[in-house]
């Protein structure tokens, strides 16, 4: 049951993180899958829940049984005969309720235990859709420079033309082919980031590192943002787990309760009598057999006590913790909130100053046709269009990448 309630959690998480791409955003979904799947972390939390669920079987157990053989050296004589050995069996058994108590306890950390796999699955798929918006806005300003570059290419071609006719200097031709050079550098700068976060990613699924990424053609801010439900926070897995820890220390009270009664024992002594041959005897001759019956008194019981007030201290411990990370995460999903909110807006007035930065491009082309160009104002223009373009993509990518941090706290 637990496995398909955590299955209905991630159709629902992963559904969130793609709302606003387009089809081939299923490609993300895909490694998100190879991810959970293979990851080794995930799977080195799946194996500690599975130890932490084998200790419930083994504390349902009884103290071992004692036995015990004796042999007489010098024989001890009775009036029916010799003692020759002694054979002893004796098993001590717990309290009334104890191995359930210890089964609870056991059972109480396996279900904190579990909690780790919800979140580091979390975190995974976080780390996994941030790794891939870091590609996509790395591969986005590769593609702007590119564009750039060939724009420079044009001005190049334009001020050859210019300086043939005397309305240009060599030096503007120089000054372009400098900041083709530049965006040159920037292109390829990108590419080393690029195959180096797509080793992060690919370590991530657990793969080859130099296996290629598919990515997303284009990314866009949606028009409206889902509605986010400040309650599941709450339900958070990183707090749900300080729950079940504190749930697993009334356990260990529980079971501590049970520790401090007594144990009961059970036994039978078994002692072979030897026949005196020196007289005939009633009995002569007839083994002993003693059952037994123990009890086990914790007398010096401050162990206990001790015990009882660990545990009342390790709970106020655990409601300390939980108060201090929901104050952090809430702290974490208020920024990620109003991260996500400035980014729409710088989206927006990049996408207008874009605009008018073309605009202006084209009335620096309409002065060619006249006979008089500026390629320095042909440089600044062209610098503001690529600082422009690079912001509105960095835009996408705060975005996204915080609309990931906040799908982590509140899909449940």
Same mark, same amino acid.
């Given at each position: 049951?637990?496995?398909?309630? %955590? ?5 629902? #998480? /992963?559904? #969130? ?6 089809? %081939? ?28 669920? *084998? ?5 349902? $157990? ?9 042999? #007489? ?42 909690? =780790? ?13 941030? $790794? ?16 750039? !570059?060939?724009?420079? +290419? ?21 000054? /372009? ?10 292109? =390829? ?5 690029? /195959? ?38 709450? /339900? %958070? ?10 749930? $697993?220390? *009334? ?17 039978? =002594? ?11 005897? !009633?009995?002569?001759?007839?083994? !002993? ?78 002065? @060619? ?13 062209? *610098?503001?269009?690529?600082? @422009?373009?690079?912001?509105?993509? +960095? $835009? ?9 941090? !906040? ?6």
């Amino acid at each position: 049951m637990k496995n398909k309630g %955590h299955y209905l959690k991630l159709v629902l #998480f /992963l559904g #969130f993180c793609f709302i606003g791409l387009n089809t %081939h955003a299923q490609k993300l979904e895909v490694l998100i899958d190879e991810a959970i799947k293979n990851n080794p972390e995930i799977q080195k939390v799946e194996l500690q829940y599975s130890i932490a669920s *084998e200790k419930v079987i083994e504390v349902n $157990s009884i103290p071992n049984t004692e036995f015990a053989v004796g042999y #007489f050296i010098s024989e001890p004589e009775t009036r029916t005969g010799a003692q020759r050995a002694r054979i002893s069996v004796k098993q001590m058994l717990p309290w009334f309720g104890s191995i359930t108590a210890r089964e609870n306890y056991a059972s109480s950390l396996a279900d904190a235990k579990y909690e =780790d796999i919800v979140i580091t699955k979390r975190k995974l798929i976080t780390s996994v859709s941030q $790794s891939y918006y870091n590609l996509y806005t790395n591969k986005a300003k590769q593609l702007v420079l590119t564009e750039n !570059i060939k724009l420079l +290419e044009t001005y190049e071609t334009l001020a050859l033309t210019s300086v043939e006719v005397g309305k240009a200097s060599a030096v503007d031709v120089l000054r /372009l082919q400098m900041r083709q050079n530049e965006m040159q550098q920037l292109k =390829d700068v990108l590419q080393q980031q690029f /195959l180096a976060e797509q080793t992060n990613l690919n370590n991530l699924l657990n793969r080859d590192d130099a296996m290629s990424v598919q990515l997303i053609d284009e990314l866009i801010i949606p028009s409206e943002d889902v509605e986010i439900n400040l309650g599941e926070l709450a /339900l %958070h897995p990183e707090l749900l787990k300080y729950d079940k820890l504190y749930k $697993s220390v *009334e356990q260990s009270e529980l079971l501590n309760q049970k520790e401090s009664s007594p144990m009961i024992g059970f036994g039978l =002594d078994y002692i072979p009598v030897s026949e005196r041959t020196d007289m005939n005897l !009633i009995d002569n001759g007839k083994d !002993i057999v003693m059952p037994m019956v123990s009890v086990s008194i914790p007398i010096f019981n401050k162990k206990y006590k001790s015990i009882s007030k660990q545990n009342e201290l390790q709970q106020q411990e655990i409601n300390y913790q939980k108060q201090e990370r929901l104050n952090s995460l809430e702290t974490l999903l208020d920024k990620a909130i109003k991260e996500r909110i400035s980014a729409r807006i710088s989206y927006v007035t990049q996408t207008k100053n874009l605009k008018q930065a073309k605009d202006a491009e084209g009335i620096l082309i309409k002065s @060619f046709e006249t006979g008089t160009i500026d390629f320095n104002d042909v440089l600044d223009i062209q *610098e503001l269009q690529l600082k @422009f373009q690079m912001n509105q993509i +960095e $835009s996408i990518k705060t975005y996204y990448v915080q609309t990931a941090i !906040i799908n982590y706290l509140t899909n449940r």
